[in-house]
T-cell receptor, first 112, second 115 residues
Framework: NAGVTQTPKFQVLKTGQSMTLQCAQD?????MYWYRQDPGMGLRLIYY???????DKGEVPNGYNVSRLNKREFSLRLESAAPSQTSVYFC???????????FGNGTRLTVT | DQQVKQNSPSLSVQEGRISILNCDYT??????FLWYKKYPAEGPTFLIS?????DKNEDGRFTVFLNKSAKHLSLHIVPSQPGDSAVYFC??????????????FGRGTQLTVWP
């Protein structure tokens, strides 16, 4: 099983450009999440989707939008990238809200 | 304001000895705690968890202890192995109300196990 797959692995953007980070899981999980990790920091929740058709803000949602396209896919969009969004982005999924999260391998994003 | 704190950025332990990683939290609403392990260029992987109704949970070489009155938990690895060298994240959440699955992470502790 692939688990949680994130694309792309690396991306460099210029300030003001937009892009979408893709995430797909093949474990039939109900809940999906987007986290970011900055150097020396723990992971911080950007958005999550408790179930297909629902999305909610996490700790640091500003500058991002999400789409739960179907049960498998949860995308994260940066409409106008800023240098402060330089980070490693992790997508995760869980069977339910009280199940441990399974993470993808991350997307390393640099905004210049 | 960090609600989950790992005050030791790094820990170095000899192979075969015990590794003790510590974590403190400030939010008394947290009732479920997890440890994740992360290797470079990979996502975190779940290691072990504990509910607030327990004070200890054991899984093989890994044991997590919870002291609710002190708002403190620790992860013990015995015996430590070189393959345990990774960054360990403590995480906490509350299933009361609507914080479903919203994990709050510490900054991580880099564990190095040397032969």
């Amino acid at each position: 099983n692939a688990g949680v797959t994130q694309t792309p692995k690396f991306q460099v953007l210029k300030t003001g450009q937009s892009m979408t980070l893709q995430c797909a899981q093949d474990m039939n999980h109900n809940s999906m999440y987007w986290y970011r990790q900055d150097p020396g920091m723990g992971l911080r929740l950007i958005y999550y989707s408790a179930s297909e058709g629902t999305t909610d803000k996490g700790e640091v949602p500003n500058g991002y939008n999400v789409s739960r396209l179907n049960k498998r896919e949860f995308s994260l969009r940066l409409e106008s990238a800023a240098p402060s969004q330089t980070s490693v982005y992790f997508c995760a999924s869980s069977e339910s809200g009280n199940s441990p999260l399974h993470f993808g391998n991350g997307t390393r994003l640099t905004v210049t | 304001d960090q609600q989950v704190k790992q005050n030791s950025p790094s820990l170095s332990v000899q192979e075969g000895r015990i590794s003790i990683l510590n974590c403190d939290y400030t939010n008394s609403m947290f009732d479920y705690f997890l440890w994740y392990k992360k290797y470079p260029a990979e996502g975190p992987t779940f290691l072990i968890s504990i509910s607030s109704i327990k004070d200890k949970n054991e899984d093989g070489r890994f044991t997590v202890f919870l002291n609710k009155s002190a708002k403190h938990l620790s992860l013990h690895i015995v015996p430590s192995q070189p393959g345990d060298s990774a960054v360990y994240f403590c995480a906490a959440t509350s299933f009361r109300g609507s914080t479903l699955g919203r994990l709050y992470f510490g900054r991580g502790t880099q564990l190095t196990v040397w032969p």
